[in-house]
């Protein structure tokens, strides 16, 4: 690959490189005598070098024209970079500009910037000649270290949970000495609970923001830039759900390690459809946006649980390991192997699904769903622009997988859609975890199910017009249908995968599998 000449210019001499791409280049870690750029999920902090560093904040329209973003979206990240705009009052200059250039063009003075997230703002930063581009930041490992890590892996394929454990060790997090609390690293396990029977778990709801003239003037120019033409969104609009603001990611996460914590853990993977927030902490849009540093999020919760522990009364383990596991395994993971895997990764499509997005999806129209579901989660979802780590696996990538909808356009619809969406989130868990469009690079299976595993997670089934249990007939659930007909359209491309053996031996024990096949052939896309 020819060299970069931005890559010489931030760094002197010659640069490690990460992923074989000069975008990737060792990057120093502080500028602290420049004026710092602070993209709109860089808001935090730990982006700056010292407590009264200048800085430069640019709101640019151009960024809500070139895509149908949710309301709530567009609503909380112009609250949130204004808010830390009079946060900063005269140490920031804000420019509210229609693109990047027409305000990094005015200013004449040294410039830094903390490496961008996606691919493309690091290529924009890079060409940039009066830019000194530094160390990402807001995540535990670096890219050098989770670089280390997979070259010291060999052959051997990469594992979230491998990858977990040595952030764990690394950052000494939940250890006594060299063994996990507990004596087990992962207890996941203990996590698998269906809801409640009677549909309710007993704890407090969520503490909530309260909006402020910052909000209604960002609620007034969505409303001009909308009527005007400049700008479509999709979803409802307000109230802002998740903060904008330190001092309100800070209470969020107090909140949680007070009422949720201890309960987090059994039922994480359930869905309730009277409870959409159920154990869930609400905090992946503020430590997005870069409110909170990951990394404070995991000592807080580590404190909690060890103060629990000398008063007494434990927090339970599998709660609070599994909110670690969330943050610094999950969510790092999930940053690292975007850049690992490359710029390609994005157009992976090993299962050859090709299909739109339908527009009663795109539009998130839960009243042309009949599936309970799926008109549940959209519901909630263009209400709030945000569910739960399961809705968005098991019933709207599950829908997808099953459908064959070309995996980057689910990719598009998911980053839009959601208020913690962003490209390095979404291109490894949709293209990778949902779609299995990677073959296998990040999930050792596709994530397809049927409407059983719905039944025993969620209550949604009981008053539903599909029966989880039938796969023919106007009565048949389309996800237990569609999940035979995915097996069968991909037999061949899943044959090699050994954890998949069992599932496709019982498409040939089937009975009527060629009516089922055809049955969802005619369905398509259309409405469920």
């Known amino acids: 690959m020819p060299q970069d000449p931005a890559v010489d210019r931030v760094v002197p001499g010659t640069p490690?490189?990460?992923?074989?791409?000069?975008a990737l280049a060792a990057f120093p870690a502080r500028a602290p005598g420049t004026r710092r750029w602070c993209f709109a999920d860089q808001l935090g902090p730990h982006f700056l070098d010292r407590p009264d560093q200048p800085v430069l904040l640019i709101e640019s329209r151009a960024v809500?024209?070139?895509?149908?973003?949710?309301?709530?979206?567009?609503?909380?990240?112009?609250?949130?970079?204004?808010?830390?705009?009079?946060?900063?009052?005269?140490?920031?200059?804000?420019?509210?500009?229609?693109?990047?250039?027409?305000?990094?063009?005015?200013?004449?003075?040294?410039?830094?910037?903390?490496?961008?997230t996606t691919w493309s703002s690091r290529d924009y930063v890079l060409r940039r000649p009066d830019l000194t581009v530094l160390a990402a930041r807001g995540f535990v490992a670096t890219q050098e270290e989770f670089a280390a890590w997979a070259e010291g892996r060999g052959r051997r394929r990469l594992l979230m949970e491998d990858f977990y454990r040595d952030n764990r060790r690394r950052h000494d997090v939940l250890m006594d000495g060299?063994?996990?609390?507990?004596?087990?690293?992962?207890?996941?396990?203990?996590?698998?609970?269906?809801?409640?029977?009677d549909g309710r778990l007993d704890i407090p709801g969520p503490w909530w923001p309260e909006e402020d003239e910052i909000d209604e003037q960002v609620r007034a120019d969505l409303d001009r830039w909308e009527a005007d033409g400049d700008v479509a969104f999709v979803g409802d609009d307000g109230p802002r759900l998740f903060p904008v603001t330190r001092e309100e990611a800070l209470h969020r996460l107090r909140d949680f390690l007070d009422t949720r914590l201890g309960a987090f853990g059994p039922h994480e993977d359930a869905m309730l459809a009277g409870d959409r927030w159920m154990t869930h902490s609400l905090l992946s849009p503020a430590v997005n946006l870069g409110?909170?540093?990951?990394?404070?999020?995991?000592?807080?919760?580590e404190q909690r649980y060890r103060d629990s522990v000398a008063e007494g009364d434990p927090l339970p383990l599998n709660s609070v390991e599994g909110f670690v596991r969330q943050v610094m395994g999950w969510r790092d993971y999930i940053w690292h192997t975007y850049w690992h895997f490359g710029r390609d990764f994005r157009h992976a499509n090993a299962l050859a699904a090709h299909e739109a997005v339908p527009d009663w999806l795109a539009d998130l129209d839960d009243g042309a769903v009949d599936a309970a579901c799926m008109s549940d989660v959209l519901g909630d979802l263009r209400r709030d622009g945000w569910v739960h780590h399961i809705p968005r696996l098991m019933v709207l990538g599950n829908y997808a997988l099953q459908r064959g909808i070309d995996p980057l356009a689910m990719t598009d619809w998911f980053h839009r859609s959601f208020v913690d969406g962003y490209d390095?989130?979404?291109?490894?868990?949709?293209?990778?975890?949902?779609?299995?469009?990677?073959?296998?690079l990040l999930a050792t299976k596709p994530?397809?199910?049927?409407?059983?595993y719905i039944d025993r997670m969620?209550?949604?089934?009981?008053?539903?017009?599909?029966?989880?249990?039938?796969?023919?007939?106007?009565?048949?659930?389309?996800f237990t249908a569609g999940y035979w007909a995915f097996l069968e359209r991909n037999r061949e491309r899943l044959a090699p995968n050994q954890r998949m053996r069992r599932a496709l031996q019982g498409l040939d024990r089937l009975k009527g599998l060629e009516e089922v096949v055809e049955q969802e052939r005619l369905r398509g896309t259309e409405a469920i």
């Open 16 to 22: 490690r490189r990460l992923g074989g791409d000069p």
């Open 64 to 116: 809500f024209a070139r895509r149908r973003f949710h309301r709530q979206k567009a609503h909380l990240v112009l609250s949130a970079l204004r808010h830390r705009a009079a946060e900063l009052g005269d140490q920031a200059q804000f420019s509210q500009v229609h693109s990047y250039a027409e305000a990094l063009d005015r200013v004449r003075e040294p410039l830094s910037v903390c490496a961008p």
């Open 178 to 197: 060299a063994e996990p609390v507990g004596g087990r690293w992962n207890l996941d396990h203990d996590n698998r609970e269906p809801p409640p029977s």
């Open 291 to 301: 409110l909170l540093d990951p990394i404070e999020e995991v000592h807080a919760a």
């Open 424 to 440: 390095w989130v979404m291109i490894a868990n949709v293209v990778g975890m949902s779609q299995h469009a990677d073959g296998g």
């Open 447 to 452: 994530y397809a199910a049927g409407g059983a």
């Open 458 to 478: 969620s209550d949604y089934c009981g008053g539903c017009r599909y029966d989880p249990r039938k796969r023919l007939g106007e009565d048949a659930c389309p």
